[in-house]
């Protein structure tokens, strides 16, 4: 079915990445789902359990955080590699609720024992930091807070790049050296928690090294070095399917800093987030909604703070998967697109919620930016304050009313839906590969 993803050599195995072009929930897991049946090996790089993935199959409805999302394949290989942040407890969790629901997670599922631990306290300090900035308790009311998913991502990835005060998943197997080391850590995070106005009992090393260890005892099976196992899964050639968390414009490098996640989630995170050379992967799927939408604070060009935006919001279901705060809704925009096809490498676009977009008289996609002085310009700019500033300038197409979430061939799908699709491989210079009409797996059009 799939032959999105192609190889210059028929006979060798075929490796892919699927990314988010905007600011999450394009509808990655969808595609991860669907492109796992032409894959060995499904691969996190990236991010924890900020990430909701949803995917739908018949009447059922599963929403992952960590574990990836082939894990509905018995037969494929699940992989937490070392760029992502764990939260243990959210993983057995997830673990739990699969098994409960007839999902086995055994020895499909590997997680690197590099990957960095998610601790209670980089959650609170998380929590308390974002109330903290929205409280607005500082000088001039200025709001620094991120709206973050308050999932500990930051802070546990601060702990990475700090090192001294980092747990990592291998950690979790020593008792007695988890216990050292969170006798000085709880100490220190127990005075970092009180300064920012943290009303608690001082966190208690045994009880975390107690429960932290029971963990790490259930999760023992699956913890490995996750990089040799891939580099065995290329020399037998398996072929691997990388799943990105968050998306490009969230990137900690290239996305809308500060209003970012704390990872490289484009496709260069992929390299350092798994060990894996990025020369291996021939096949980029960027996913792309049909239009925007972003949760928390930032900026969003061409954001509809009006009943357009009510309209997709309601038509889309555009609450978040992982903290169901509403998105915020707009029209595409491709300036931003293009950037991030450009960042990744993208080979091929899925355009996700095309049905969403049935109904509207007409539709705007934004090709172009106006600065404050004027100038006019197709190139992004990756950087908060600069982005607030600019004017969108849209390009106006007709729109469609018929409903088209059972439609299977692009073909048949209604001319002004095609002219859409049309302009967006124009602009962004990629072929759409995928179109998606709804969210169950059956609800996709892929092109051959
Ligand atoms: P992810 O984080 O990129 O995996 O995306 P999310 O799962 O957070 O959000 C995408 C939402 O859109 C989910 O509720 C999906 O079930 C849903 N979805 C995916 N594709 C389509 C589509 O083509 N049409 C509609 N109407 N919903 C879709
Ligand atoms: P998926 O994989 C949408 C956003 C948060 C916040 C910012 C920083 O489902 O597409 P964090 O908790 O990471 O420190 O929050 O990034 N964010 C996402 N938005 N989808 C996601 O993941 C996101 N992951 C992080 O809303 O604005
Ligand atoms: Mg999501």
């Known amino acids: 079915m799939i032959d999105v993803i192609s190889s210059p050599d028929k006979n060798s195995s075929r490796h892919t990445a699927v990314v988010g072009l905007q600011w999450g929930d394009e509808g990655k897991g969808k595609i991860v789902d669907l492109l796992t049946s032409k894959h060995d090996v499904i691969v996190r790089y990236n991010g ?25 394949y018995p037969d494929k290989c699940c992989v937490i590699a070392n760029g992502v942040v764990v939260d243990p407890q959210k993983l057995v969790e997830e673990m739990d609720a699969l098994h409960a629901r007839g999902i086995e997670v055994g020895d499909n599922l590997c997680i690197s024992d590099r990957a960095h631990v998610v601790m209670p306290y980089h959650k609170e300090h998380d929590a308390a930091l974002e109330d903290v900035l929205a409280s607005k ?7 620094l807070s991120l709206g973050t998913t308050k999932r500990g991502i930051g802070p546990a990835y601060a702990d990475k790049v700090h090192r001294s005060t980092a747990i990592r998943m291998g950690d979790l197997l020593d008792e007695a050296n988890l216990h050292r080391r969170l006798r000085v850590i709880c100490s220190l995070r127990t005075a970092e928690l009180a300064a920012l106005g943290v009303q608690a009992p001082p966190l208690d090393p045994d009880e975390l090294t107690q429960r932290y260890s029971a963990l790490g005892r259930r999760l023992k099976p699956h913890i490995t070095d996750t990089t040799y196992l891939l580099h065995d899964c290329l020399k037998d050639g398996r072929s691997l399917l990388f799943e990105g968390a968050n998306a490009c ?47 928390g604070e930032g900026p969003i060009p061409t954001e509809q703070v009006n009943e357009i935006g009510e309209r997709i919001r309601e038509r889309g279901h555009e609450y978040g998967t992982t903290t169901n705060r509403p998105r915020r809704c707009g029209w595409l925009d491709l300036v931003a697109v293009r950037y991030s096809a450009m960042i990744c490498g993208v080979t091929s676009i899925a355009c996700m919620l095309l049905d969403v977009l049935s109904g509207f008289d007409e539709l705007k996609v934004c090709t172009h930016y106006k600065l404050t002085d004027g100038t006019i310009t197709d190139r992004f700019i ?23 979430d059972e439609t299977t061939d692009r073909a048949a799908l209604p001319e002004n839906a095609r002219g859409y699709l049309d302009r967006i491989e124009q602009i962004v210079g990629v072929p759409i590969g995928i179109i998606s009409v709804g969210p169950e797996r059956t609800q996709t059009v892929v092109e051959v």
């Open 48 to 72: 924890g359990a900020n990430a909701g993935h949803t995917l739908v199959v018949g009447d059922e409805k599963y929403a992952l955080h960590l574990i990836p999302a082939g894990i509905l």
């Open 137 to 143: 308790a500082f000088e001039d009311d200025v709001d």
């Open 382 to 404: 990756p950087d908060a304050r600069r982005l607030e500033g600019v004017q969108p300038i849209y390009e106006t197409m007709p729109g469609w009313s018929e409903e088209i």
């Open 249 to 295: 414009l969230l990137d900690i490098d290239h996305g809308t800093y500060p209003y970012v996640t704390s990872s490289n989630c484009s496709v260069l995170g992929i390299p350092a987030g798994t060990g894996i050379p990025g020369r291996h992967i021939q096949n980029v799927i960027g996913i792309m909604k049909a239009y925007t939408t972003r949760v």
